[in-house]
């Protein structure tokens, strides 16, 4: 079965500094996977998705994300963090044949000035 | 383009009754699925819909239903309220079904049950 972990709930950074967020994921076939960010009270917004394409894949925001096969890893990294940068972000799998996301339990990130 | 809308934005409803809320997706998206949101067990998938026929469900009790409309709106329906119910349920849309597409989410509906 498919599942997603990331790696800390809370995540602190200092305005300026690298933000990493840590997503591995289990699949027994190549998936599809994604990296969503939610604002208080909104719904999700797409930051960026791998699709078997190039293995660092650039999203919005300055945001990006490599898929490293051997580690089953899909880390979340941004240069310098940016007061707007605070959010929930959650990482997901899917399938493909089967279409549903399958999500981490997503990590809070705290941006302090 | 408009995004994905959902209606409406909160709803307070009292254990036992029923609970329809309603989704549009993108125009010329024919893919809806639902997830419901909760603090104690997060993001979870409900069913998606395709072309008016469910593709896919989750592991949720048969007192959550859908269906999905010939101009690919949807509607989730809750029977029976339960206290447990109480979430933020968002929508999905995507050109197609197989998440290679990517899905675009709505704003969601936070149901309260009292």
């Known amino acids: 079965a498919q599942s997603v972990t990331q790696l800390g709930s809370h995540v602190s950074v200092s305005e300026g500094a690298l933000v990493l967020l840590r997503c591995n994921y289990s699949s027994s076939v190549p998936p599809y996977l994604f990296w969503y960010v939610q604002y208080p009270n909104q719904g999700l917004q797409l930051l960026l998705k791998y699709t078997s394409a190039a293995t660092l894949v650039k999203g919005i925001n300055g945001f990006e994300a490599e898929f490293k096969k051997s580690e089953t890893s899909f880390h979340l990294t941004k240069p310098s963090a940016h007061m707007s940068d605070a959010a929930e972000y959650f990482c997901a799998v899917s399938r493909g044949s089967q279409g549903n996301l399958i999500f981490g339990k997503g990590t809070k990130l705290s941006v302090k000035p | 383009k408009a995004g994905v809308t959902q209606t409406p934005r909160y709803l307070i409803k009292t254990r036992g009754q029923q609970v329809t809320l309603s989704c549009s997706p993108i125009?010329?998206?024919?893919?809806v699925s639902w997830y419901q949101q909760t603090p104690g067990q997060g993001l979870q998938f409900l069913f998606e819909y395709f072309s008016e026929t469910q593709r896919n469900k989750g592991n949720f009790p048969g007192r959550f239903s859908g269906r999905q409309f010939s101009n690919s709106r949807s509607e989730m329906n809750v029977s029976t309220l339960e206290l447990g119910d109480s979430a933020l349920y968002l929508c999905?849309?995507?050109?197609?079904?197989?998440?290679?597409?990517?899905?675009?989410f709505g704003s969601g509906t936070r149901l309260t049950v009292v």
């Open positions: 999905a849309s995507s050109l197609d079904s197989g998440g290679g597409y990517g899905y675009t």
């Open positions: 125009s010329g998206h024919r893919s």
